[in-house]
């Protein structure tokens, strides 16, 4: 069919592969929300101290947590929009350690309340500008909330350990953990802090009672190495020793490669085999006279060297991992060698005490007392191996949270306190804004109730009434830190009680969701492209469309092999796969 003025139907511009899915306009953000809404379901009801946990079997291990950033991670979320969810709780996890769960729920939430405007044609920019506004305001009152404390006052970061425990597996074992996560920061100093994942060691050991788990104070331990024969024979507790610490091979091995020596006379064979022995026990002889009592290296220490030194009453440990030998260097002031040449006194540490000792069914290298006072370790034991990784996240999480506490010596009331505060603040404010940002703002304020009405759904309360009690009492002068009793089903202040946070906390969690929700409005189109089947064929430009009634390639020339072959007596044994070019056994033979 031609035009008007002699020009034919001008052709389709293909832009995109083949099997490119696109959508746009409303619908794709209607349907990103939904999506971000999905996941944020999927974490509610882990939410506070009445939370419940989930399972989530990979295939290979099962996992038991409710800490909100470790499920998203094992989620596998495929949604594109969906994903964002997942960073802010990675975020959250990474800069505070707790609040993983409220930052997806306060994200989801927000843009649940600001679903309405995008359906009544409110321009995203419009909502995105009002709610970034709202954004800062949340978290300039969170700032004026917040209460300082002195450097000096231990209780207030043993309330926010507590508080941080309260929602985990261990709760009811918070007197035990939260002295030693307090304990374990203190030790690090200000100037430390940021090293915490590498002076703070948490060990694992399956068996026992949770009660018998222990904080090595001070000093390092870690679990026995592989030993070789002559082990038992050595010297298992030192006072004061002096610790050599080695990234060498202590080990008589065979060559690499295929070496190739010609002697002409027998004795000269012998000579060789001595050199090589005699290497080995001149290291040997230079670990013993730089007066060392104990000898660690990462590398393995072979029997010839442990016989060596269990003869001479020192103690050696092969194939320590490389963060507890770090470790010990740190704590022991002990500097790793990566050759035995020129050993002497000053690259020694020491310690006040050595000894391995039986933990249920493992043995443990515990150093004690060490003089640069950094590092400690945790010990966890539990019934099953699915608690003590639990275990392991929930102080791993503590132990971020005093962190936190200390370093900004400043802290807010939980419980839901904030959240209702700092909403009751923003219905005010909007009520100084004209036109659709008053209900923009409003619209993020009810938002924000998501908090305390979730942990009295967990708890089995009545949301309802709980939350007018709580919106009552915030009306009055002395109410801003009411918060949720979950011990009682009702409201009380939580300051007083204290259920105690970080003020970065809320600060990270309200910056972080906002940030999210804008993410989300700013899409204007989602493109998800295949990936090809064929790598050859995008590179070439060809394009793999055919009638769909038809199958693959490969189908029809399986199909067409398969009527040759039965008409030969023979039988196929080769199939197309994709990418593949070639076959091979046409015939039966």
Not at 104 to 115: D, F, R, T, W
Not at 198 to 210: A, C, L, N, R, S
């Amino acid at each position: 069919m031609a035009t008007p003025g002699g020009f034919g139907m001008r052709p389709g511009i293909i832009l995109l592969r083949e099997g490119t899915d696109t959508s746009q306009g409303k619908p794709q953000l209607i349907s990103n929300i939904n999506a971000c809404q999905a996941v944020a379901d999927a974490v509610r009801t882990t939410l506070g101290p009445r939370g419940m946990d989930k399972l989530v079997f990979d295939g290979r291990s099962v996992t038991i947590s409710n800490d909100g950033a470790t499920i998203m991670k094992l989620l596998e979320i495929a949604h594109p929009a969906a994903k964002t969810l997942v960073d802010i709780s990675k975020s959250q996890d990474a800069e505070v350690g707790d609040g993983t769960t409220s930052v997806v729920l306060l994200a989801g939430e927000i843009l649940k309340q600001l679903k309405t405007f995008v359906e009544d044609d409110v321009h995203p920019q419009v909502i995105m500008r009002f709610i970034r506004e709202a954004g800062k305001l949340a978290v300039s009152k969170v700032q004026d909330l917040s209460k300082s404390f002195s450097d000096d006052d231990d209780e207030i970061l043993l309330k926010c350990a507590s508080t941080a425990l309260n929602s985990k597996l261990v709760a009811s074992h918070q007197d035990l953990f939260a002295p030693m996560v307090v304990t374990a920061v203190k030790s690090l100093g200000k100037e430390h802090l940021n090293e915490l994942q590498q002076h703070v060691g948490i060990k694992k050991i399956p068996g026992g009672d949770v009660r018998s788990s222990f904080l090595v104070q001070e000093g390092v331990a870690f679990k026995k190495t592989f030993s070789y024969a002559g082990f038992e024979q050595m010297t298992k507790k030192f006072n004061n020793p002096k610790i050599l610490l080695l990234n060498v091979e202590l080990e008589l091995k065979s060559e690499k490669e295929n070496a190739e020596v010609r002697i002409e006379d027998p004795d000269v064979y012998q000579s060789i085999v001595d050199a090589e022995w005699q290497v080995i026990y001149d290291k040997l002889d230079a670990c013993v006279n730089c007066g060392a009592n104990i000898v660690l290296s990462k590398l393995p220490i072979g029997d010839l060297a442990t016989q060596y030194f269990a003869d001479r009453g020192l103690f050696c440990a092969g194939r320590v991992e490389n963060s507890d030998l770090r470790r010990v260097a740190k704590a022991t002031g002990g500097a790793i060698q990566t050759s035995i040449n020129g050993l002497y006194d000053g690259i020694l540490g020491t310690c006040g005490l050595f000894e391995e000792r039986q933990v249920g069914d493992e043995r443990f290298n515990i150093f004690e007392s060490c003089p640069q006072r950094l590092t400690s370790t945790i010990v966890l034991r539990g019934g099953s191996e699915q608690f003590i990784a639990e275990s392991e996240r929930s102080i791993h999480d503590a132990l971020m949270v005093v962190k936190r506490c200390f370093t900004t010596r400043a802290v807010v009331a939980g419980g839901g306190a904030i959240e209702i505060e700092v909403s009751k603040f923003l219905r005010e404010h909007a009520l100084t804004i004209e036109g659709k940002g008053q209900l923009i703002v409003s619209a993020y304020a009810k938002a924000l109730e998501i908090i305390p009405r979730q942990l009295c759904d967990n708890a089995g309360f009545d949301s309802t009434d709980i939350l007018s009690a709580l919106r009552k009492r915030h009306s009055e002068a002395d109410g801003e830190f009411f918060g949720v009793d979950i011990e009682q089903g009702a409201i009380c202040d939580t300051f007083v009680k204290g259920v105690w946070e970080p003020s970065d906390n809320k600060i990270n969690s309200f910056a972080s969701a906002t940030e999210a929700a804008c993410v989300i409005l700013s899409i204007d189109e989602t493109i998800i492209s295949p990936r090809s089947q064929d790598p050859g064929a995008a590179a070439s430009g060809q394009l793999p469309s055919m009638d769909p009634t038809q199958g693959r390639p490969s189908d029809l020339m399986g199909q067409a092999m398969d009527h040759v072959n039965s008409q030969q007596g023979g039988a196929r044994s080769g199939n197309f796969g994709n990418g593949v070019s070639w076959m091979k056994g046409r015939g039966g033979a």
